[in-house]
């Protein structure tokens, strides 16, 4: 018997995992990938969980920086940008690090091994632990332990298995589309590298609103820009898969005016081509059955604006990793849940912040008045810190 099988070598896993090891537990990590996925996902980390790292030694590595971390002077919040400056106890922190960086050292420091290709095929829990059905590379086995832990995403099998349900609702009608492009060097102005347009030029990092829609762009690491945008009541035929020439034509009715970038080479990447016409909005209805618990997208997904997932799902694993080490998970749940709620209300605000129309307009210009207070900024702050 072991003391906790971990599903899932994400991020929420292997920092769930290694925590694990350092408070003394002996965890097993499952996952069904054959080896780490090369899929480019999160770009960074923002809120409290970078300082959290730094407290477990672990800032240094993935920054590449000595010393702490320091708050960020600047960032964004439905298209508004945030002087951050102004609070003299800002809890902002970002860390840029691509989360196949994240994995990578989180595995090497965990003090655990993955058993890659090994898919749990059925939980049968009891008062006194779980035993885990798994096949793997040589076969089916099974595995008994005191605690299991679903990090396996948001299609988690583990949370289905415990009958846990996933309640929420999908946003339709707004169609994000990114990719990694190459931009041509006449787009971008020669100091700060904004993109030249109507209204602009307009800085990276940032989601710019149009009144035809939302777009963002920025370069992570030196690689090819990421360009992301969304429309409203757009029609795509969702059957098609995406190419770069589409990105394209979005991001000419968004902005205005067109922007001829092309594919980066097919030597490098992998790189992101993707399309979603459904953001997805949805809290466990529990966190826990018995001694099966959920961490990370396995206990929520939140069509989130500004990075906020990762920042929660690591801090749900550190907090659930010491209640199991301590033999009382039992207020796991009421503990973890409202962070999650919190992230839910902050995208529908954002939401609702970008989106067309002279309705939002005005909405927008009530809210920038409410970030020039004190106290609107210090919640906004406090928000994308999160906890």
Known sequence: MVDVVVVGAGPVGLMCARELSRLGVRPVVLEALPAPSLV???????????????????????????????????????????????????????????????????????????????????????????????????????????????????????????????????????????????????SLTR?????????????????????????????????????????????VDDTVPMEVGELRSSLARVLGVPVGFDAPPTSGGPYVLRRSTSRQNRVASRYAAGRVLLAGDAAHVVAGIGGPLLNLGLLDA?????????????????????????????????AALLAPGPAVDAARARFLAYLHTPDGLRRVASTIAGG
């Not at 965990?110 to 898919?119: E, I, K, Q």
């Not at 989601?207 to 029609?235: K, Q, Y």
């Open 40 to 186: 480019p996902k999160a770009n960074g980390i923002v809120g409290r969980a970078v300082p959290m790292l730094h407290a477990r030694g672990l800032y240094a590595a993935l920054s590449g920086r000595r010393g702490g971390p320091r708050p960020a002077p600047r960032y964004m919040y439905g298209g508004f940008p945030l002087d951050l400056r102004r609070l003299p106890d800002n809890p902002v922190y970002v860390l840029p690090v691509p989360q196949r960086r994240l994995e990578a050292e989180l595995a090497r420091s965990a003090g655990v091994s993955v058993l890659w290709g090994h898919t749990v095929t059925g939980v049968s829990p009891s008062e006194a632990g779980v035993t885990v059905s798994v096949s793997g590379p040589s076969g089916a086995y099974t595995l008994d332990c005191a605690y299991l832990v679903g990090c396996d995403g948001a299609h988690s099998f583990v949370r289905k298995a415990a009958g846990i349900g996933f309640p929420g609702v999908a946003q339709d009608g707004v169609v994000s589309r990114s990719a990694h492009v190459v931009l041509p060097p006449g």
């Open 191 to 235: 100091f700060g590298g904004r993109l030249r347009g109507p209204g602009g030029p307009y800085r990276p990092y940032l989601f710019h609103r149009t009144p035809r829609g939302v777009f963002s762009f920025a370069r992570f690491g030196g690689g090819p820009h990421l360009v992301t945008t969304l429309e409203w009541d757009a029609a």
């Open 318 to 350: 550190v907090d659930l990793a010491g209640r199991i080490a301590r033999g009382d998970v039992s207020g796991y749940d009421a503990a973890r849940r409202p962070h999650a709620d919190r992230v839910l209300a902050s995208s529908a605000e954002q």
